[in-house]
């Protein structure tokens, strides 16, 4: 369910997971939303500081998208998590949203250094990363 995107750059980079409901809302896998905000002039001077993870949350197939965030935020060190706007915006993804909530909180239980964010949507990844690490 996870796609990975690597930005070039030094080996003291932050790992970032972003979690988005996009490729079930817009057909637009989470790969593609990220390299689109993390190549523009914004980007530009932290870019190589950070390594994006994109992981396609499946409203559909709730239970399988839970078991595959729990795998996945435990089977790394991750600097942050990014909850998309598509993710927590929709009514209808309240029950999901809360869950994947639960998952990310008990990983920052027992690592809390853990940055926890939520972005305004596809255009904010950069910011949102900005805003969090002070970079």
């Known amino acids: 369910m996870s796609s990975i995107v690597r930005n070039s750059g030094n080996a003291a980079r932050k790992s970032i997971l972003i979690l988005s409901a996009s490729q079930y809302l817009s057909g637009r896998p989470i790969s593609e939303v990220v390299k689109a905000d993390w190549v523009k002039d914004k980007a530009r001077d932290i ?4 390594d994006n993870v994109g992981f396609t949350v ?3 197939n709730v239970p399988e998208t839970l078991e595959c965030l729990q795998k996945t935020i435990q089977g790394n060190a991750w600097d942050g998590v990014i909850f998309g706007w ?3 915006g929709r009514v209808e993804f309240t029950v999901l949203f ?3 909530v639960s998952v990310v909180f008990r990983q920052a239980s027992v690592q809390p250094e853990l940055k926890i964010m939520f972005c305004e949507g596809p255009q ?7 805003r969090n690490f002070a970079v």
Do not use: G, N
């Open 86 to 88: 598509c993710t927590r």
């Open 98 to 100: 809360e869950k994947m």
């Open 124 to 130: 904010d990844l950069v910011q949102t990363t900005r």
């Open 47 to 50: 870019a190589d500081k950070f």
């Open 58 to 60: 499946d409203p559909t």
